[in-house]
């Protein structure tokens, strides 16, 4: 696995020996699968899929006011983050729409990292300096490239080479690594620099029995499936966080944030016009839908599929959909077509921790 003048560090080329096909992600190669679906789709449910996020920018804020900074400007209470692990936030704009959602890990008690998604880098920077008065705080890009281990086996990987969650090093170089569990899906986030990303893979596969390099379309049915919403195909900048369900992105008692007024009215006074739901139905009815088709209660469209599993878990097919919130709190099946048979059934996404309250 030779590196090349495209390939400097030979993590395209490790990839590709293992049988990757590739998208483009933020400028950077971003391996969609490695031949063998289901099988990556099992390694993350059961074992150890590690995937390479290249493209996928991060951001470090360093200062002893670097947690009330943040905190001032993303939706979660980041300022409570142990060393070592990651939480989810939204940036927002004043009236409380969703500018850029990301992921933001304690590495040291005063250095946080900003992660961003593809190609978003430079508009968080821009968005947080531009916020960025008179605190104590450096705010700038990190060279650091940023691997998913998926799966149970995670956590284990990770001590297997001797590692635990925080900053430590691999292969001469830093090594960050942050535990970030989603919902019914284990996750441990490494970041390190992109000439020790190739070693450090093979020192993972090496160790952890089952383990494999996984692609993005695997990932992104397991997260599908469980129940966790994606910004791009799911919501987008013209939704607030409740129209999303996005309420473990939230905190309601960590102070003022940009953007926290609007939440706080959705949240105490009023709701969202639509929301985003987990959506099951049986395997038949499934076919010839995609993400973008209507829902129906009776002959109303009354939503839109955002996202739909490939495969079926437990003879039903899931997804996400956007639902108008009058018929979600109704608690009624819907029809994948104009009059038919009501058998899409709605259940809280599992980043909503406010469906209880309505």
């Known amino acids: 696995m030779a590196a090349t003048p495209r390939d400097p560090n030979g993590l395209h080329a490790l990839q590709e020996a293992r049988g990757a096909s590739f998208a483009e992600a933020g400028g950077c190669p971003l391996p969609l ?61 004043s009236r409380g729409k969703i500018l850029f959602e990301t992921l933001v890990g304690r590495a040291k008690p005063e250095d946080f990292l900003v992660l961003t998604a593809p190609g978003e880098a430079e508009g968080v920077a821009k968005h947080l300096d531009f916020y960025h008065v008179r605190e104590e705080v450096q705010i700038g890009p990190v060279g650091l490239v940023r691997l998913d281990l998926l799966g149970p086996g995670a956590a284990p990987a990770l001590a297997a080479l001797g590692l635990a969650p925080g900053t430590s090093a691999f292969g001469g170089g830093p090594l960050v690594a942050f535990a970030d569990p989603l919902p019914a899906l284990p996750r441990v986030l490494a970041l390190l620099p992109p000439p020790q990303a190739p070693a450090f893979i093979e020192a993972l596969l090496a160790a952890t029995p089952g383990a494999r390099l996984v692609g993005f379309e695997a990932y992104d049915e397991a997260r599908i499936q469980a129940g966790l919403p994606r910004m791009g195909p799911d919501f987008g900048r013209d939704h607030l966080p409740g129209e999303a369900a996005l309420y473990s992105h939230l905190s309601f008692s960590k102070g003022c944030y940009v953007g926290q007024e609007p939440h706080a009215r959705m949240q105490h006074r009023g709701h969202p016009n639509r929301k985003l739901v987990a959506v099951r139905l049986p395997e038949a009815p499934a076919a010839g839908l995609a993400a973008g088709s ?65």
């Open 294 to 358: 209507p829902l129906y209660r009776g002959d109303e469209p009354v939503g839109t599929l955002t996202s739909l599993a490939r495969t079926a878990a437990g003879g039903e097919r899931r997804g996400i959909a956007l639902i108008r919130y009058t018929v979600v709190t109704e608690g009624v099946a819907l029809a994948p077509r104009s009059g038919g048979a009501a058998q899409v059934r709605l259940f809280p996404l599992a980043t909503d921790l406010g469906a209880a309250r309505g």
């Open 33 to 93: 699968g490695f031949g063998d679906f289901a099988g990556e789709l099992e390694a993350i449910r059961s074992g150890l899929g590690v995937l390479a996020l290249e493209g996928w920018g991060v951001l470090l804020v360093r200062g002893p006011e670097g947690g009330a900074y943040l905190n001032g400007l993303v939706t979660s209470n980041v300022s409570a983050l142990p060393v070592g692990h990651a939480q989810h936030a939204l940036l927002c704009a």
